[in-house]
DNA sequence: CGAAATGCCCTAACAGTGTTAGGTTGCAAC
DNA sequence: GTTGCAACCTAACACTGTTAGGGCATTTCG
């Protein structure tokens, strides 16, 4: 499935936002400067603002290929599964887990909802929302919980002796059981 | 109460770290910077390393407050209510609306455990354990739920029309429900 | 009393950040 | 054959955290 949010840009931009996701996941936040990004592609930082308007603007196009990609990861778990919200929350966790930079990138900070590419965020919930029956409140609540788990598992907040596998399946318990 | 992270510190580090709060606080993250806080103290930057070894060593201070503040609200809470998990999730969210760019900086990356005041970080995770009635894996649960909810809030991931109050009572219930 | 130490501040500098203004090159189209 | 455009460049600005090294006043000690 090739991706929308890079089809809107120019085949130069796409490589520039290729290259930092790789910097990005690789070598952490700290070496996502234009600098950096820029000595990757082997050019200069500033030639970089030809292609992207700023800063903001990259961060956006990362950030709209991680809710494709999401998007993308969340229907086939549904899909591949009879107990969607089980999967689903295992494929969040996946998900982060693999890109761990991607996903804080994608949460710490407010959304710049109108850089982003048009409905990448929406189709990365629908899944959820599904799962739930359309239950706005539950599916609010169940991402509310799959993301405290995941970004306090990035930043290392439980001891290092905590069976999360086992806090994960509590709550998962708990959100099913009531209606 | 006095801080016992702030006496760790000598006057006019606490001075400073003080000074840090307010400028945090009121100005956002941007504004925590070593020459503008120096500017509101009336010095310069540099000064500023006289009193504490680095940002780090600031930001930990905080951090500590943060936590030793929590402690105390959170333990009052349990106090004045009988329905105590209740009372601690309003109070979690409490405190972070009432200080969001503290509540940020406490849980946005991985703790420098070694720089802050020794058993602050324990002192506020005590009163949902005991709460739970010891439970760790129900304790952590709610915690993720709670700071999922907290942090989503704050960076204003939820729509805008979203029942909140709503949500929060639904993922408490369930978590009171389940064994 | 004089000397030493301490607390607190300073200037100047370094390497890094995002960003802009203005200039150069090479290639494609009319 | 000139025009236009894409892609790059250098140089600079204002900011960041941080360090080296110096000054000055107050307090402590011999």
Redesign the pocket.
């Known amino acids: 499935m090739t991706s929308s949010a890079l089809s809107r840009l120019?085949?130069?931009a796409r490589e520039i936002v290729q290259t930092a996701r790789l910097l990005l996941e690789r070598e952490g936040p700290d070496a996502l400067?234009?600098?950096?990004l820029a000595a990757q592609l082997g050019?200069?930082?500033?030639?970089i603002?030809?292609?992207l308007r700023?800063?903001?603007a990259l961060e956006a196009a990362l950030i709209s290929v991680g809710f494709e990609e999401q998007a993308e990861l969340f229907a086939q778990a549904v899909h591949r599964s009879d107990v969607p919200i089980a999967a689903l929350t295992t494929a969040y966790r996946d998900f982060a887990r693999r890109q761990p930079n991607l996903y804080r990138l994608m949460t710490e900070r407010p959304l710049r909802r109108d850089l982003l590419a048009p409905g990448v965020e929406d189709a990365a919930a629908m899944p959820l929302l599904d799962a739930t029956g359309g239950d706005r409140e539950r599916a609010r609540a169940i991402w509310a919980f799959a993301h405290g788990m995941v970004i306090l598992e990035l930043n290392q907040r439980f001891p290092p002796d905590a069976h999360l596998d086992t806090t994960w399946r509590k709550g998962i318990d708990a959100f099913q059981g009531t209606p």
Chains 1, 2 share one sequence.
């Open positions: 120019t085949p130069r400067s234009m600098r950096r050019i200069r930082a500033s030639s603002y030809e292609h700023d800063k903001q």
